[in-house]
């Protein structure tokens, strides 16, 4: 059987002569079935052109109005709202043709934490924080002194409205969001009172006549029942600048 085996220099010399033929056939395969397989792809007749990297998106612009694009006299204000417990918003800011302005307006809710505004009134800020310290302290002592009882709620009728002084041209305050007028209150022993009870006599009435007697000063008009036919069913309260409070 040793005999019939090559020898190792002779199985080399086979091996070297089969790779010729090897690599022959091969080639022959590869000739024969390219042009088949050049047919079954559909090549682009332009190549790609590159398209270049996308850059970093910029952060998403926002409508919310930065804190800091408020007037330093504006931001103050708010932070003494704050530490009243005044719960309030920011508002769409208001100029109208007819000459209505209210640049940085906010809509307040609650006067405090436990005094709510009912509806919220739309106000410029001094005159939102005049009102929330009224009625924290005068008008809540009004209310432990005639009902034993405390202030919950106050029904406003008009914050911010765009209109004249009615019977004239001039723009009233709340053309400003500088007024706020006040149709009644409510008690926390469930006691709700109006402004039209001001002239009836009784407890309403006392409470009614003190009230509008402490709001001369902090607000510079106060006007209300006897002053017209205007404000027989509510307190006209203004900022207005003025060199002395009219209260009539």
Same mark, same amino acid.
Request: aromatic share 6%; net charge negative.
């Given at each position: ?40 792809? &559909? ?7 590159? &398209? ?93 002194? !005639? ?26 305050? !709340? ?55 205007? !404000?027989?069913? !509510? ?14």
């Amino acid at each position: 059987m040793t005999d019939l085996l090559p020898s190792v220099p002779e199985r080399q010399i086979r091996a070297a002569g089969a790779r010729p033929r090897l690599l022959l056939f091969v080639c022959t395969f590869f000739l024969a079935t390219a042009p088949a397989l050049a047919g079954s792809i &559909q090549l682009p007749e332009r190549a790609p052109i590159p &398209q270049p990297r996308p850059e970093a998106s910029a952060e998403p612009s926002t409508t919310e109005p930065r804190p800091d694009a408020l007037p330093s006299s504006e931001r103050a204000c708010r932070e003494q709202l704050r530490k009243l417990d005044v719960v309030f918003r920011e508002a769409d800011d208001v100029a109208a043709e007819e000459g209505c302005s209210l640049p940085h307006p906010i809509e307040i809710t609650q006067l405090s934490e436990r005094i709510r505004l009912e509806p919220p009134a739309t106000l410029e800020c001094e005159t939102a924080l005049a009102a929330a310290r009224f009625f924290q302290s005068a008008a809540s002592d009004l209310a432990r002194k !005639h009902f034993k009882a405390d202030l919950v709620a106050v029904r406003q009728a008009s914050g911010y409205v765009c209109r004249p002084i009615n019977g004239g041209k001039n723009l009233s305050e !709340h053309a400003f969001g500088k007024a706020l007028d006040i149709a009644g209150l409510a008690f926390s022993d469930e006691t709700e009172i109006e402004v039209t009870q001001y002239g009836d006599g009784g407890e309403p009435a006392g409470f009614l006549k003190e009230l509008r007697a402490a709001a001369c000063g902090p607000f510079s008009t106060v006007l209300g029942p006897g002053t017209n036919a205007d !404000h027989e069913d !509510h307190f006209h309260l203004d900022m207005k600048e003025r060199r002395a409070p009219y209260c009539r």
